[in-house]
């Protein structure tokens, strides 16, 4: 019987880890999910940054830098983010760890122009660096970055998997890798709030400001997909990482996930 609950759990396991990756944008396209998620927040570019504030009232400000802290102690100068879009996380660990260099990757240029006239206007161009970039073939040598950073981004990976051996192998020997996800609350009544919420006002606001409801309908379906909880740390152990544990953010609305190699 040990056998078989241990079975179930596991296919159960890789059932989670793989429903994710066939979360598209755009089932009608031909083309694959990086394609298509590029193009997306090209789309949305010029509106992503106010959607945030607006859509979260403001307190994914505070979800960040909740995540950025769990760096505090390892102090590094050296910091990868991955899926940077406009920066807004490379910034603020900037501020709040004084590090000596980050390096942004994303593959939206759209959501990267905008971070760079960000850096601009903020004289960071010395400190923060954002480059064209996939997760999945990260173009850094093994054992290159003392922490890195993915705010809302690895729910778009194209390959979950992939995305998380290629962090893993950047990342030095002691550093460690942090990720804010969005996540469903375990409270039933304040989960279908956010069910309705993120199904019904979510795309529906995403559609009046952004001209782009099919991109928020998509957000939120890649959110309910997203192995989240348990289901991410098993994951990131899967691909290497130790010492993994989470903190749920305002009721599980929010969460964050960090691993060390």
Request: charged fraction near 20%; hydrophobic fraction near 40%.
């Amino acid at each position: 019987m040990a056998d078989l609950q241990a079975i179930i759990q596991y296919l159960c396991h890789l059932m989670a880890k793989f429903a994710h990756d066939e979360v598209v944008p755009n089932r009608q396209s031909e083309q694959g999910k990086k394609e298509q998620v590029a193009e997306m927040f090209n789309s949305i570019a010029f509106r992503y940054d106010f959607l945030n504030r607006f859509l979260t009232a403001g307190v994914d400000i505070q979800w960040r830098k909740k995540a950025i802290r769990q760096l505090q102690s390892l102090q590094p100068k050296l910091v990868l983010d991955v899926a940077t879009g406009t920066g807004d996380v490379a910034i603020m660990t900037h501020r709040m760890l004084q590090t000596e260099k980050i390096i942004g990757i994303d593959i939206s240029e759209g959501m990267l122009a905008l971070g760079r006239e960000k850096l601009t206007k903020l004289g960071l161009h010395d400190a923060i660096e954002l480059q064209t970039g996939d997760s999945e073939t990260i173009n850094f040598p093994d054992q290159h970055f003392d922490a890195i950073t993915v705010a809302y981004g690895v729910r778009n990976f194209a390959n979950l998997d992939k995305g998380l051996a290629e962090m893993y192998r950047v990342l030095k020997p002691g550093g460690k890798l942090v990720v804010l996800e969005f996540s469903r609350p375990s409270q039933p009544l304040f989960r279908k709030l956010c069910d309705f919420y993120t199904n019904v006002v979510t795309p529906g606001v995403g559609g009046l400001f952004a001209k782009n409801k099919d991109a928020y309908q998509y957000l939120n379906d890649s959110v309910q997909a997203f192995p989240e909880g348990q289901n991410f740390l098993n994951i990131m152990h899967d691909a290497g990482f130790t010492q993994t544990y989470l903190k749920k953010l305002s009721f599980g609305i929010c969460t964050i996930y960090c691993g060390s190699k």
